[in-house]
């Protein structure tokens, strides 16, 4: 099927209609980091998922505009740090633009060079296989290097807010 047909045939969906539904899909909530010529980046991410066992991969999503997108592509390496459900204001900062991200926060470095967040629920270090160009994002699959969690609940977040895992 040519699909420039379809795109011809049938109109994409509204943009502010499509927010609204994918708000309704439940996420966690990560701080994507990299160190790229001595300098840390960090963005919070809820588009982040697991690709494959064999080998061990992942994926993430990053916009286009922003300096962690540009340092993941220079450094080829970024850190997934999985947020606890009782770290909503490291989220919140990590989200805004153009801020000292990593002011106050307790961090260390791991084998990849790049920032971890200490006392988080989760890091993921991996090195990029291959960066896809989709709208106005990257997706960078990666192989995991390493991994590490701690016990806890994850921030998850739903239909634009942060919220906390609740068992059914």
Known sequence: MNTNTLKETKPLVDPEVFRNVI????????IITVRNNDVDFGITASAVSSVSLEPPMLLVCVNKSTGTCHAISEAGTFTVNILSENQKELGLQFARANTD?????DLSYGELGNALLNNTLAQIEC?????????THSVFLAEVSKAHAAT????????GKFGQFKEA
Do not use: I, T
């Not at 309704?24 to 909530?29: I, K, L, P």
């Not at 090195?127 to 709208?135: L, Q």
């Open 23 to 30: 708000g309704h899909f439940a996420s966690g909530v990560s």
């Open 101 to 105: 991200k990593f002011s106050g926060v």
């Open 127 to 135: 090195r990029v296989v291959e960066e896809v160009k989709g709208g």
């Open 152 to 159: 806890g609940d994850p921030l998850v977040y739903f239909n």
